[in-house]
């Protein structure tokens, strides 16, 4: 059985009837660069939690004001103040905590010169640019002895400093927070969205004490919206999460078997089931995808049969100058594959091209891999030798006198 010369009967039998090649080929096209699509999306997402975790920090846990009820109605975790800085400073003790920082928040007006910028002020300690891993770009953060004077002191987010400031150098440089003056210290580098897709650049970090006394003000003196805390190590996330939740109920003074009025979240934990749900997104975008391969399998099937009953004289007559079974079957199965390869190269670069796309005009961010072109070309062609045996068969089943006598 000569290969070369199989091959070349097959690239006649697909030149010669172009059209149809062409339809056949379109389903696998279609289904290919779905694919590709559908996965490049779902990898980027998995890829961008996977950077926003590692931006996050390590061995986090976020502790939150708890539910409470009055009066028959469930109010959710964060609707009351229950937690306070004591209650942080108290926390940063334990043996298995590196360090703390609590949060207060509000929405603020800033002013530099003719420009207005709305954002949320932060209110926290130094610790917190330690805790969660933030980086300088220009400047220091403000310092302990900021803190205890409650010094009007200001690090900028990106965002906020682009809007205030364009491409000027903002340290050094004095702003108003609800017409208060602040001195910028210090700018942070860009760290993009949280988890919950809040944009982390957009904000204003001063001193909590500064914070409660002169900006938000607070109805609670000395209560805060949350507190991060910092684990030693991923081994002792456990015991640490145990540690904070005794000491709090200590400090609260919680009775035995009643509810906490606190809740201790593991990071990790809720950035795992993040990527878990990414990861589960991807393969269903694939699995979705991969029904139009399907349907461009069935498609080929279909083509090729016709084509083995229009072409039965011809096998007849092949068959009838020593072509044999093998032969007959090679070829078809050939043009299958054939068919399904060139459609699906054709589907790659149509994928890679939507993906640009999307990646551009979305604001999405796209990952292809060589993992998912090597996926491309061994489905298309698995779908050719699947989809292309059973035609192939029929017609190296067919005898050579009925074949010759076929109208």
């Given at each position: ?393 029929k017609a190296a089943a067919l005898k050579p006198v009925d074949a010759l006598r076929y109208e």
């Amino acid at each position: 059985m000569n290969f070369t010369a199989i091959f070349g009967e097959a690239l006649r039998a697909l030149r010669q009837n172009r059209l149809r090649t062409g339809l056949t080929m379109l389903g696998m096209i279609i289904g290919v660069a779905a694919v590709v699509l559908m996965l490049s999306i779902g990898q980027g997402a998995r890829t961008k939690i996977n950077e926003t975790i590692a931006e996050m920090g390590s061995n986090l846990f976020l502790v939150v004001p708890g539910a409470t009820s009055s009066g028959g109605f469930s109010f959710g975790s964060g609707s009351v103040r229950t937690l306070t800085v004591n209650d942080s400073y108290a926390v940063a003790e334990l043996s298995s905590v590196r360090a703390t920082a609590p949060v207060t928040s509000g929405t603020v007006q800033l002013n530099y010169a003719a420009k207005n910028w709305s954002t949320i002020v932060t209110g926290t300690t130094p610790d917190y640019f330690m805790v969660g891993k933030w980086k300088m770009e220009s400047g220091t953060p403000f310092t302990e002895s900021d803190l205890r004077s409650a010094a009007r002191v200001v690090v900028l987010g990106s965002i906020t400093a682009k809007n205030l400031f364009g491409d000027e150098d903002p340290v050094g440089k004095t702003i108003r927070i609800t017409n208060r003056p602040f001195l910028v210290v210090g700018v942070l580098m860009a760290k993009g969205q949280s988890l919950t897709g809040r944009d982390q650049d957009d904000n204003v970090f001063i001193p909590i004490t500064t914070s409660e006394r002169q900006i938000t003000g607070n109805q609670f003196p000395g209560s805060i919206r949350y507190m991060l805390v910092q684990g030693n190590s991923d081994d002792e996330m456990d015991l640490a999460e145990l540690e904070i939740t005794q000491l709090l109920r200590q400090r609260h003074r919680i009775a035995k078997g009643k509810d906490n009025d606190f809740t201790v979240r593991n990071l990790a934990a809720i950035a795992d089931v993040a990527t878990n749900a990414a990861k589960i997104m991807s393969i269903v975008l694939g699995a979705i995808a991969s029904v139009s391969l399907l349907v461009g399998g069935i498609g080929i099937m279909n083509i090729m049969l016709v084509s083995v009953t229009e072409r039965t004289r011809e096998i007849g007559i092949r068959m009838a100058i020593g072509a044999n079974q093998r032969a007959i079957l090679a070829q078809f199965l050939l043009e299958a594959v054939m068919i399904c390869i060139m459609g699906g190269v054709i589907g790659l670069f149509l994928g890679i091209g939507g993906a640009w796309l999307v990646s551009r005009f979305a604001d999405m961010l796209i990952v292809i891999t060589l993992g998912m072109v090597g996926l491309a070309f061994l489905f298309s062609s698995a779908v050719g030798i699947f989809f292309g045996f059973y035609p192939a068969k029929k017609a190296a089943a067919l005898k050579p006198v009925d074949a010759l006598r076929y109208e």
